[in-house]
């Protein structure tokens, strides 16, 4: 923390996030460090009672070994930390992988780790560049002295991981990409729903895992949605991604800005109609993207069956709580998902049903330390955070003492 303002600034470097944004990674990086400190004081076995006569049974807990980390460009500094914190707390060293668009985040955190006195050796980093990178991913996935990989990034390339790391049977974590559905139904608080949805949508330019990627809207407070969320993404601030009053910043790179591109187009061509945006900034830069909205936009548009990863908001339409539960689910991703709605039972309901590994009910802003981080279907396996984090870089051995 006492060098936050110089990996905030490192952060906005390498990857463009507005400088607040930046500051604000820092703070939810470092509490996985201080949290997992913590909770290591409280890694515990258990004495089992002894169904036989004479002996003794114990459940140990063991780090697991050397951990691999493999982190993305989004959250350059927390997405290392969310690994590192509980396999060092754990007992486990760390190799960490940090995405080929952000090293120096990755190498500045390494450089504090040794000043804050981890031993050499126990956090490691190394980069790769764009053609190396899957043979350094197949060298830590398929080495016998790495026992646990972490993989925080696309499904693509964590379906390609988990199948290298098969040849040594390593325990295999994966955070993977999202398609998450924002719900407003007609009880909603409306002004409500517009802001969580700014907030889910907008963050680090549309560019999170859990960002909200379709936005369903139950046909009686449709039009009044739509017309207060134009006039929010309408004064959102875009610019250098240093200056205090900036609210959005560039794409990580060119290919982001073309996904973007395409998404639009294709909406707009299978019938979707922009509201607001719909191009690049070019007076600002080429990888800046207007942020838009589009309505009328349906099932078959790659923004639904697709991530954008960036600053576009998708508005589809239903008319019940059954229809926006089956639209919420048609989708083989699971990482996250949101509602907003004013009715106690559907809020149990609709909480129930969503096929996601994290629900915020009447909230988009749902992450902290001490709770889990993780998805269902093809967004992930195993969880990050919180204790349950912990156990995922920990063996529980069992142990039988007989002759007692
Ligand atoms: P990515 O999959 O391209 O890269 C992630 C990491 O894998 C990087 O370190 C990269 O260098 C490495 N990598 C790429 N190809 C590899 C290969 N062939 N072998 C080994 N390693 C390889 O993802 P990205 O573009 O950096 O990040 C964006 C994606 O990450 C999005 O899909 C987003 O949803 C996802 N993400 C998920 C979470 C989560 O917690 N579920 C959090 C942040 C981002």
Redesign the pocket.
Known sequence: MANKEELAKLITVEAGKVLRESRGEVDYGASFISWNAEEAKRIEGEVLSSLVPGRRTLLVSQPVGVAAL??????PVA?IT?KAGPALAAGCAVVV?????TPFSALAIAELAHEAGIPPGVFNVVT?S?DS??????T??SSDLVRKLS????????K??MA?CASTVKKVS?????NAPLLIFNSADIDQAVAGAMASKFRNTG?????TNRILVQRGVHDEFVEKLVSAVSKLVQGNPFDESSQQGPL?NEA?AQKVENHVNDAVEKGAELLVGGARAEELGSLFFRPSVAVGVSGEMRVTCE?T?GPLAAVMTFDDEEEGITMANATPFG?AGYFYSGDPGQIWRVSEALETGMVGVNETMITSENTI???MKQ??LGK?GGRYGLREYLETKFVCMGGI
Not at 97 to 101: F, H
Not at 174 to 178: A, K, Q
């Open positions: 493999v982190t993305p460009w989004n959250f997405m969310r992988k940090p995405s080929e668009e790769s764009r990178t899957p043979s350094v991913g197949t830590l996935a993989f925080t990034g696309s499904t693509t390339v964590g390609l991981l290298q994966l955070e993977l990409g999202g560019q999170t895992c859990i960002c990580i982001a991530e990863f990482l981080f993780g998805g967004s992930g990050e």
